[in-house]
């Protein structure tokens, strides 16, 4: 095991390699079974797996259960707290004279009372580095844990921005982008490190269309920073933005004159202004007292987690656009709401997956399985459980899929957290389900009599004439959600009261 010194570039002997991710313009496993059975029923055999595995390039689908349990045992008391960097290839250097970029400069400025652990890899997306996430942080010694803190510092450019063409692929992809970096933040949480990240930077071969999707996400990752700033309950699990984009963005979405080597990375002077843009001061303060609140921020009395699959995912658009209710489902409770959600994913997916930390789904969003979002540093209090969908949908049993919904919600209970059961939502192919109607009566008289379950009953019905549906009869629209989200608010302020 190596443990790095105070400025120690940490390479991977493999670097993975870049690769452009399509989204899916189908709906998802249940509507394909319907589509293809004219409206009868596929029984897949391992078909979420396959399409899922897809997305990671030869090395498997998951991170093997438990395989980091040394690294969520935390830091070893005592040790000089790290700022440990996983990114890509800038934050590796490239560009700078003797590749001593960003990261190496920063080092300079945070010695001798922060160590600075540069794990770069050239290649690295959200993806790859899900995939190596603990492997890597498992290879310092002591384990990263409480004391500590990780920035992620990735690229759209890895993403493949400028390899879209479509507007509906740019939002897509960024949606994807932006999913995937709270679900690496809600992992470094689960660690008991402290969780930052970097905004993003330019390409010289972005279009004015990637230029606006560029700014769309920086605003995002700076709104994540504000509010941790300001200690708001309904912040992202990130305490810590740094805003690269002002000092290099020449305002077209390319490098500075001055400040680019390549296309996609900057030269030494370039590395220089993203060094220079992160505030010291600020960022000091976070690794060093990551528990004081800010003046006057109030403390939550409850943190949930949502968990499901794409109507939990916010899939809409035809698989180009992901908008999840828990961030609106956040602020209308004035609470912090996780969620993980695997677009195409049954129950039973969700429970054989419970101990593994990073999936993925068919849109290319991580997911952590329920028994590791439970198992870290990360206290929920309710946890809002809306699954079954893509079971009816592909020919499981009422009595098989309820049986798999309780046991996602006894993963819960057996860790004292009471669950928000929302019945199976409505669709435009209700009527050919004949296992809908009698699994919902039966989540709903076992919610009522177990202690820890609340049970509520989605909020509307299906119209195709609303507004509120997508074409596909599946999936909710952006107003949708929204809609669902209210009304999941107004049912559980009572149970939260």
């Known amino acids: 095991m190596r443990t790095p010194g105070p400025s120690t570039d940490y390479r991977p002997a493999t670097p993975s390699n870049p690769r452009s991710r399509l989204i899916p313009a189908a709906a998802t496993i249940f509507a394909l079974a319907l589509l293809s059975r004219g409206l009868g029923w596929l029984r897949t055999s391992g078909t979420h797996e396959d399409m899922a595995a897809q997305a990671f390039a030869g090395e498997g689908q998951v991170v093997e259960p438990n395989a980091g349990a040394s690294v969520a045992a935390g830091a070893a008391a005592g040790h000089t707290p790290r700022l440990v960097v996983l990114g890509s290839s800038i934050a590796a250097g490239y560009g700078a004279e003797g590749d001593l970029g960003w990261v190496s400069m920063l080092t300079e400025r945070l010695n001798p009372e922060i160590e600075v652990v540069n794990m770069g890899m050239p290649g690295d997306d959200t993806l790859s580095l899900a995939r190596r996430f603990e492997r890597s942080l498992g290879d310092l010694d002591p384990p990263v844990g409480p004391g500590d803190a990780v920035a992620i510092a990735l690229s759209l450019s890895n993403e493949g921005l400028a390899g879209t063409r479509a507007k509906d692929e740019m939002i897509g992809l960024c949606d994807v982008y932006l999913a995937n970096l709270l679900h690496l933040g809600m992992a470094i949480e689960r660690l008991g490190a402290t969780p930052i990240v970097t905004g993003v930077y330019p390409n010289d071969g972005f279009s004015s269309e990637h230029h606006a999707a560029l700014q769309r996400v920086n605003a995002v990752l700076l709104k994540w920073g504000a509010d941790a700033a300001a200690g708001a309950p309904t912040r992202t699990p990130y305490a810590y933005t740094v805003n690269f984009l002002p000092a290099v963005d020449d305002g077209s979405g390319h490098w500075k004159k001055g400040e680019r080597a390549d296309d996609i990375h900057p030269n030494t002077a370039g590395h220089r202004a993203m060094a220079d843009a992160v505030d010291i001061p600020a960022l000091r303060n976070v690794i060093l007292a990551p528990a004081s609140p800010p003046p006057g921020a109030r403390s939550a009395p409850h943190r949930l987690l949502a968990v499901g699959d794409s109507l939990t995912a916010g899939f809409h658009n035809g698989g180009y656009a ?60 309710h946890v809002i459980i809306m699954a079954g969908t893509n079971d009816i949908g592909t020919g499981q049993t009422a009595d098989d899929t309820f049986a798999q919904l309780k046991r996602l919600h006894g993963f819960c209970h057996a860790a004292g957290i009471r669950t928000i059961a929302v019945s199976v939502p409505p669709s435009a192919f209700i009527d050919n389900i004949p296992a809908w109607a009698p699994l919902n009566a039966k989540l709903e008289a076992w919610a009522k009599a177990e202690p820890l379950t609340d049970f509520v009953k989605f909020p509307f019905e299906f119209s195709a004439e609303s507004g509120l549906w997508e074409g596909d009869g599946l999936h909710m629209s952006s107003a949708g959600y929204a809609r669902f989200a209210e009304g999941l608010a107004a049912a559980m302020q009572p149970l939260l009261s």
């Open 322 to 381: 992901v908008t999840p209710w828990a961030p609106k489902l956040s602020h209308a409770l004035g609470l912090r709401v996780d969620y993980s959600a695997g677009s195409g994913k049954t129950a039973g997916d969700m429970v054989r997956r419970a101990e593994y930390d990073f999936n993925v789904d068919v849109v290319g969003e991580c997911w952590a399985g329920i028994g590791r979002l439970l198992g870290g540093a990360v206290n929920y209090t």
